[in-house]
């Protein structure tokens, strides 16, 4: 197997990841959504499991052309609060700079999947410096957090330009960064990367793994590296049909986590993104799952199940407070952070 990422239908079904008669339907998803698994990922996936967890996240599907009717391009209202090029300022304390919109490898429910790929270009010169220059002029910014697409696909050297540029802001306290890059790309940790990382502000890398498959030996040899260099590490994860949708896979993906030095941070309810209702379970079976954690593994292992309101409202967590049935519809009521209700659908079977 080449270490070349594989982009094209013909390399997925060279690999053994798809069969030739889904090609027709292959081709389709990839025009309009990007498609790429490196070698990392691919030597995860299990060739004879039809349901082996890590393929279900990565490998398209023609389920990927069909769109449910509640599904938004902008599932979770980044346009709306995007005053700037690359920033999207959402919460008062706390704003978003996507530098980048490419990623190691695109993930087949991602709530992004319209804005990253290729095309999707970085920031030029003259919009980060706008980007930078809005931070800076408002001083409620405390936290700034870094996703994109992978910002750990800048190069060191813009990768530490950019560190340095926000750590010199007074009022910026703490930088967080959001990867993939230490699960499906872990040649990419090298030494020069996280001496680009290192600054005076407290720096937190989210990394993004939704299966304990996910943390074979390159793994984890990657995330020891940051650890080892004194880097906060936090878990991000998507609650997925068909990938982790019960207890035992939930235990033993945040045991794992917890064991690699990540504390489980979110346990995020899918966004209706187009094309991805097959990935989605109804809030119900969410919470009786985060229920069935609480008495299997240590408060460690525990995140906060989420959701992203549709239509840029932001994230709240999914409690009895938050979330309750509406009667009639079979949906659910949503509470934001402000205490407005928001309308949300229910599941799909």
């Given at each position: 197997m080449?270490?070349?990422?594989?982009?094209?239908?013909?390399?997925?079904i060279a690999a053994g990841l798809l069969s030739s008669d889904e090609r027709p339907q292959i081709d389709a998803v990839a025009a309009r959504?990007?498609?790429r698994i490196t070698h990392d990922v691919a030597s995860l996936i299990e060739r004879d499991d039809a349901r082996d967890p890590v393929a279900r996240q990565y490998v398209p599907r023609g389920e990927e052309l069909r769109d449910a009717p509640d599904e938004l391009a902008d599932p979770i209202g980044d346009q709306r609060w995007s005053p700037v090029q690359g920033v999207v300022h959402r919460y008062p304390d706390r704003a978003l700079l996507m530098p980048i919109h490419a990623c190691a490898v695109y993930c087949r429910f991602c709530f992004r999947r319209e804005t990253v790929g290729p095309g999707k270009t970085a920031l030029n010169r003259a919009q980060l410096a706008a980007a930078l220059n809005y931070i800076r002029d408002h001083r409620e910014i405390w936290e700034v957090i870094l996703t994109g697409g992978d910002p750990l696909l800048l190069s060191p050297r813009r990768l530490r330009a950019l560190i340095h540029?926000?750590?010199?802001?007074?009022?910026v306290a703490v930088i967080r960064i959001h990867s993939r890059v230490p699960m499906a790309a872990t040649r990419r940790v090298t030494a020069e990367l996280i001496e680009a990382l290192a600054c005076d502000k407290a720096l937190w890398l989210a990394i993004h793994a939704n299966h304990a498959n996910e943390f074979g030996p390159a793994q984890r040899a990657a995330i020891l590296r940051l650890a080892r260099a004194g880097i906060p590490l936090v878990g991000q994860t998507v609650l997925l049909s068909g990938v982790n949708d019960n207890a035992a896979a939930l235990e033993n993906l945040f045991r794992v986590m917890v064991a690699?030095?990540?504390?489980?941070?979110y346990l995020h309810h899918p966004d209706l993104a187009r094309g991805t209702a097959h990935f989605r379970l109804d809030i119900a079976q969410g919470l009786a799952l985060c229920e069935q954690l609480r008495g299997r593994v240590?408060?460690?292992?525990?995140?906060?199940?989420?959701?992203?309101?549709p239509g840029g409202f932001g994230k709240v967590p999914l409690t009895p407070g938050h979330a309750t049935r509406a009667e009639g519809d079979g949906g659910w009521r949503i509470r934001d952070f402000t205490g407005n209700t928001h309308a949300y659908p229910p599941g799909c079977d």
């Open positions: 080449t270490s070349d990422p594989m982009r094209s239908s013909g390399a997925l959504y990007a498609v540029a926000l750590a010199d802001i007074d009022h690699n030095r990540i504390k489980p941070y240590s408060g460690l292992c525990q995140p906060t199940y989420v959701l992203d309101i």
